[in-house]
């Protein structure tokens, strides 16, 4: 299996939209995904087996120093293969050539081990307000 990857690839808003809605199982919810990224992204990585979109990450940021890992998913029927791990690894080395010094990443506890030991974060204390 060999999986292309892109950092600001372009991609169909419908295609991220599908994936997101197997990746997180829920349904579609119709986001014009590639005018939000646009719009308050550093950038994205975008996962293709032959033509298929089977992965994507958003890198947003401050516009300075940071980064952050957002929406990182896997089509279902690929997981298990490295495909996230090539996600992050593309977006971290996208960050670092824009000129981040840190990447930030907010994740479950059961997605602990998939961010600290495959793709290197180190665990941080943080803060969040339910809106």
Same mark, same amino acid.
């Given at each position: 299996?060999?999986?292309?990857? @892109? +950092?600001?690839?372009? =991609?169909?808003?419908?295609?991220?939209?599908?994936?997101?809605a197997?990746? *997180?199982?829920?349904?579609?919810?119709?986001?014009? +995904?590639?005018?939000?990224?646009?719009?308050?992204?550093?950038?994205w990585?975008?996962?293709?087996?032959?033509?298929?979109?089977?992965? *994507?990450?958003?890198?947003? +940021?401050?516009?300075?120093?940071?980064? =952050?890992?957002?929406?990182?998913?896997?089509?279902?029927?690929?997981?298990?293969? @490295?495909?996230?791990?090539?996600?992050?690894?593309?977006?971290?080395?996208?960050?670092?050539?824009?000129?981040?010094r +840190? #990447?930030?990443?907010?994740?479950?506890?059961?997605?602990?081990? *998939?961010?600290?030991?495959?793709?290197? =974060?180190?665990?941080?204390?943080?803060?969040?307000?339910? #809106?």
């Open positions: 299996m060999t999986i292309a990857y @892109g +950092w600001r690839a372009g =991609f169909g808003s419908d295609a991220l939209d599908a994936l997101h197997a990746g *997180f199982d829920r349904p579609p919810e119709g986001i014009d +995904w590639l005018a939000r990224v646009e719009r308050h992204s550093l950038g990585v975008c996962a293709r087996l032959r033509e298929r979109l089977v992965g *994507f990450v958003n890198v947003a +940021w401050d516009g300075g120093a940071h980064a =952050f890992i957002l929406d990182t998913v896997v089509a279902p029927d690929v997981r298990g293969r @490295g495909v996230g791990t090539g996600l992050v690894r593309v977006a971290t080395d996208g960050a670092r050539a824009a000129g981040c +840190w #990447l930030h990443v907010d994740y479950e506890a059961g997605l602990a081990g *998939f961010y600290q030991k495959a793709c290197g =974060f180190t665990p941080t204390a943080a803060g969040l307000v339910a #809106l």
